[in-house]
């Protein structure tokens, strides 16, 4: 089982997380999706590998997701990206690390390259969903939502009208969200960084189209990249197959790291 902890960011903050203490290691960082947890199959998967190959293991829920305090509908991308950067500060230290980011948490992880760049050794995107909230929310909100969530501040976003959550049936998305959105821009972004960028994406992935992952890979200059088309994967990639295939690429990656 897994055991949870939580770190204090702040006087009013409290993030919950997962890890496998090393104090002189490589680490492994799992950033999870929009709405997403640390109770799902990748971070116990990630976790576990971690533990057996004796590497260092962080996976966080952001503010407002999980069992973190705060509310969601007070998060936005800024937001969640500092939680993950003073969580990596507070845990990982002066380790050098790989993040794996999956769906939103490749944006947060991308994100991240802007602290931690000598830190940082390689960078594994499952169903990567960079600016998500204006390419694949935004964009396909009718003018009856659109105007709602700019009167109200929020429209509660029920499945079907956005299908960029799967398994929500609804959930809020706020105006303030949208726009910090905006105000992280990533993929007309270039990275420079010799290191290695794999990106993993299911062919039926029924959410983020496999764009994103290529899109993610053309921003780095300098890297190892590796894109990997998953056959029958879907979105979350969560089932024992897809995981597998995961792991042997984040392998394929400590190897050459360590």
Do not use: C
């Amino acid at each position: 089982m897994n055991k949870f902890k939580y770190l204090k960011i702040s006087k009013t903050k409290k993030i919950r997380y997962i890890d496998n203490y090393y104090k002189k290691k490589l680490y492994i960082i799992f950033l999870p999706g929009f709405m997403s947890d640390i109770d799902g199959k990748k971070p116990h998967a990630f976790k576990k590998y971690a533990v057996k190959n004796k590497l260092g293991f962080l996976a966080i829920e952001y503010s407002g997701h999980g069992k973190s305090s705060g509310k969601f509908t007070k998060g936005n991308i800024s937001e969640w990206t500092i939680d993950a950067k003073k969580s990596i500060e507070k845990i990982i230290k002066k380790n050098n690390f790989i993040l794996i980011g999956s769906s939103m948490g490749a944006w947060i992880a991308l994100n991240q390259f802007e602290y931690f760049k000598k830190q940082i050794k390689g960078f594994v995107g499952i169903g990567s969903a960079p600016e998500f909230l204006e390419r694949l929310m935004w964009k396909r909100f009718n003018k009856k939502i659109k105007k709602e969530i700019k009167e109200k501040g929020v429209s509660i976003i029920k499945h079907g009208q956005s299908k960029f959550k799967q398994k929500q049936h609804e959930y809020p998305v706020t105006y303030q969200l949208i726009k910090d959105g905006r105000k992280n821009k990533i993929l007309s972004k270039k990275i420079t960084a010799k290191i290695y960028v794999t990106m993993v994406h299911g062919k039926n992935d029924e959410l983020v189209p496999t764009s994103f992952s290529r899109k993610v890979l053309s921003i780095f200059t300098g890297a190892k990249k590796k894109l990997v088309i998953i056959k029958k994967g879907d979105h979350s990639l969560s089932d024992k197959s897809p995981l597998k295939k995961i792991i042997k690429e984040l392998n394929s990656i400590v190897i050459n790291v360590v």
